[in-house]
């Protein structure tokens, strides 16, 4: 009961977090004249904005099969979609639960113990995080006028950079190292014979193979493809969505990719789906572009909420489908 509690204000603190910030940035929007232009929104564009959605995240699923195959698990396809899916609904609910949850329906459906299943989608979050700040590089190499003009029109922002202080977070880590190498030669042996120990071991081990599957992966090229594949289809998702709105259908695939882009950090913040600071995110980057607030705000509003739509109903699919393909899996 107080575990169930405990998840509740979780979401409840997360979602009001978001909300506020989604509250900030469209209070002063009228809603007659949002209702308005949405109505003008050409819908065909969104539906394909979707379609490229899915097949961004079939192509993650079929990535993550070559990975669990290096480590002689054979999962079926489809199987790999769904735990896919249900991450992202799972990341709707609270934040970051979505890596958990799908180790554990890994470790349900594919008997792959939950440290190792943990590890080889931390690697594809490694590999998320190389491919944002590959993506980040071709912005600033090519449109670098815009992150500058929005920590100019944000100020506040550049000052919680300024104020993090580098040398003393690394002094208070050093120290926690220290300190926990002398516990551990102080109490080397007892440590060491205790079953808290054995078990930890065996945790860190299945979790560094899960790691090192990258490895073994058998086609390599194959492996890479299916990155790029991912991420440029994860761009389109949201580029297609501007020539659904006329006053922004001529923009460029550099001003796109810039939005994308800063829309992509705003997803790391702690709210779900990004809600909030993702519509802040990307409306500034757009009226960095000279487009008008009302419109960008339609933008945001229309892409991000397709976006999530598609999560939610094909998550909730993949939550019914998921035992009923299995239903001869004991």
Same mark, same amino acid.
């Given at each position: 009961?107080?575990k ?5 204000l ?24 949002l ?6 929104v ?11 959605g ?8 079929l990535?993550?099969?070559? =990975?669990a $195959? ?5 999962? *079926? #396809? /489809? ?6 899916m249900?991450?992202? @609904? ?11 949850t799908?180790?554990?329906i890994i ?33 600033l ?31 208070i ?6 300190g926990?190498i002398?516990?551990f ?11 808290l ?5 065996? =945790?860190i $081990? ?5 790691? *090192? #599957? /990258? ?7 194959l492996?890479? @493809? ?8 994860y ?27 800063m829309?992509?950090?705003a ?5 779900q ?19 008008d ?11 991000h ?26």
């Amino acid at each position: 009961m107080k575990k169930k509690l405990k998840t509740a204000l979780k979401f409840l603190a997360f979602f009001s977090a978001g909300f506020f910030l989604f509250w900030l940035v469209y209070k002063d929007q009228d809603a007659d004249e949002l209702w308005s232009a949405l109505k003008k929104v050409n819908y065909f564009w969104i539906l394909i904005s979707i379609i490229l959605g899915v097949f961004s995240h079939f192509v993650r699923a079929l990535r993550w099969n070559m =990975l669990a $195959k290096s480590i002689d698990y054979n999962p *079926k #396809t /489809i199987n790999s979609f769904f735990y896919v899916m249900i991450a992202y @609904l799972a990341n709707l609910a609270l934040p970051r639960m979505g890596e958990v949850t799908r180790s554990v329906i890994i470790n349900r459906y594919e008997k792959m113990p939950i440290t190792k299943a943990f590890g080889t989608i931390v690697l594809e979050r490694i590999i998320d995080v190389f491919m944002l700040l590959l993506f980040t590089l071709v912005v600033l190499f090519t449109q670098i006028h815009i992150p500058l003009d929005f920590i100019h029109n944000h100020p506040e922002i550049a000052e919680k950079f300024s104020d993090f202080n580098l040398v003393k977070t690394l002094v208070i880590f050093a120290i926690l190292i220290c300190g926990f190498i002398l516990i551990f030669t102080v109490f080397n042996k007892r440590i060491k014979n205790s079953l808290l120990y054995k078990k930890l071991i065996d =945790l860190i $081990k299945n979790f560094f193979q899960g790691l *090192k #599957t /990258i490895r073994a992966v058998k086609n390599k090229p194959l492996f890479v @493809l299916y990155t790029f594949i991912i991420w440029v289809f994860y761009f389109l998702m949201m580029y297609v969505c501007f020539f659904s709105i006329p006053e922004i259908s001529h923009f460029s695939i550099l001003a796109g990719l810039t939005a994308f882009v800063m829309g992509s950090y705003a997803m790391v913040a702690p709210v779900q789906g990004g809600i909030g600071a993702w519509h802040f995110m990307v409306i500034a980057a757009l009226m960095s572009y000279g487009v008008d607030g009302n419109t960008a705000k339609v933008f945001a509003l229309v892409c991000h909420g397709s976006m999530t739509a598609m999560l939610i109903v094909v998550g909730f699919i993949s939550l019914i489908a998921l035992p009923l393909v299995n239903k001869n899996n004991k």
